[in-house]
Nanobody, 127 residues
Framework: QLQLVESGGGLVQPGGSLRLSCAASGMSLDDLVIGWFRQAPGKEREGVSCISTRDGSMYYTDSVKDRFTISRDNAENTVYLQMNSLKPEDAAVYYC????????????????????WGQGTQVTVSS
């Protein structure tokens, strides 16, 4: 059974950086799509970035392009989300999720096909 645990959230000033980690246990992340999603109070869940661990293809939602970077550490069985130039509108609970390999963009935008989810980590961007 795949288990995902997020970490790395916290309070950061606008313009600051955080690196979120999604550590997997129970099985390898090979041949999966790993996604980072976020949900702010009163807003719908949004797919932020997803990566295919089969071919490395990636997707970023427009609002985070050139600021966020998704990556995978095979040895650590962990997926990271490096977040730079953070803005107040990036504040949310961030979740990682894992699903069977498919269309990275479609899965990330629609948000379906992810049976495994972490518990979430809070990101607060405020001065």
């Amino acid at each position: 059974q795949l288990q995902l645990v997020e970490s790395g959230g916290g309070l950061v000033q606008p313009g600051g950086s955080l690196r979120l980690s999604c550590a997997a246990s129970g099985m390898s992340l090979d041949d999966l799509v790993i996604g980072w999603f976020r949900q702010a109070p009163g807003k719908e869940r949004e797919g932020v970035s997803c990566i295919s661990t089969r071919d490395g293809s990636m997707y970023y939602t427009d609002s985070v392009k050139d600021r966020f970077t998704i990556s995978r550490d095979n040895a650590e069985n962990t997926v990271y989300l490096q977040m730079n130039s953070l803005k107040p509108e990036d504040a949310a609970v961030y979740y990682c999720a894992a699903g069977v390999f498919g269309s990275v963009q479609e899965m990330c935008v629609i948000g379906t096909g992810f049976p495994s989810w972490g518990q979430g980590t809070q990101v607060t961007v405020s001065s």
